[in-house]
């Protein structure tokens, strides 16, 4: 079955400190991969997303996040973390031809002044 | 576009009782997927459907749960009777086309409580 993995449940980082949320994804062929953030009380809402292609992708809010095929790994960075930033973050993977969509169970990120 | 909307917001209700949750998907997109967040799970994928059509329940907890999509935009989620272990919050999400529609666009969810 597919599976997604983030290791941190709980992250906190300075404002203006960069940031690295991490994700590992069961073997896929052609994985779909994306992050979610979700603020409290609201629903999630797309950050980024890799189908295929530069594996390096950009999303919104600054966020980056890199696909390593070998390390079955989909990376969320950002250079410079804002207040407005915490939230929770979920990592999310589907198989090509499949309509699944499985969430890892959240990384929570807390910033400190 | 308005997003998806779901209802109610919140809902308390005691064990027992039927539940049963409102979706509207966004105008235009076929896939509606419903899923529940506990703290205890996670985000559980329950049921998703594509032109209307559910395609894979196997997320269904039990015979208790049930859904339907009767047109392009509406979809319930119908719980009978509910119990206290079906305290979460439901979350709707559309797409224009599954998965490979590239973004699941979800409504702010149902909180249930079931005393």
């Known amino acids: 079955a597919q599976s997604v993995t983030q290791p941190d449940i709980h992250i906190t980082v300075s404002e203006g400190a960069s940031l690295e949320l991490r994700c590992n994804y069961s073997?896929?062929?052609?994985?779909?991969l994306f992050w979610y953030v979700q603020s409290p009380g609201q629903g999630l809402q797309l950050l980024l997303k890799y189908f295929s292609g530069d594996t390096l992708v950009q999303g919104i809010k600054g966020f980056e996040a890199e696909f390593k095929r070998s390390q079955s790994s989909f990376n969320l960075r950002k250079p410079s973390v804002h207040w407005s930033d915490a939230a929770e973050y979920f990592c999310a993977y589907a198989n090509f031809g499949n309509e699944k969509l499985t969430f890892g169970t959240g990384t929570r990120l807390t910033i400190i002044p | 576009d308005a997003g998806v909307i779901q209802s109610p917001r919140h809902e308390v209700t005691e064990m027992g009782q039927e539940v049963t949750l409102r979706c509207k998907p966004i105008?235009?997109?076929?896939?509606l997927f419903w899923y529940r967040q506990t703290m205890m799970r996670g985000l559980e994928l329950l049921i998703y459907f594509n032109n209307n059509v559910p395609i894979d329940d196997s997320g269904m907890p039990e015979d208790r749960f049930s859904a339907k999509m009767p047109n392009a935009s509406f979809s319930t989620l119908k719980i009978q009777p509910s119990e206290p272990r079906d305290s979460a919050v439901y979350f709707c999400a559309s797409s224009l086309s599954g998965i490979s529609g590239g973004e699941l666009f979800f409504g702010e969810g149902s909180r249930l409580t079931v005393l």
């Open positions: 073997y896929g062929a052609t994985p779909y």
């Open positions: 105008s235009g997109h076929n896939s």
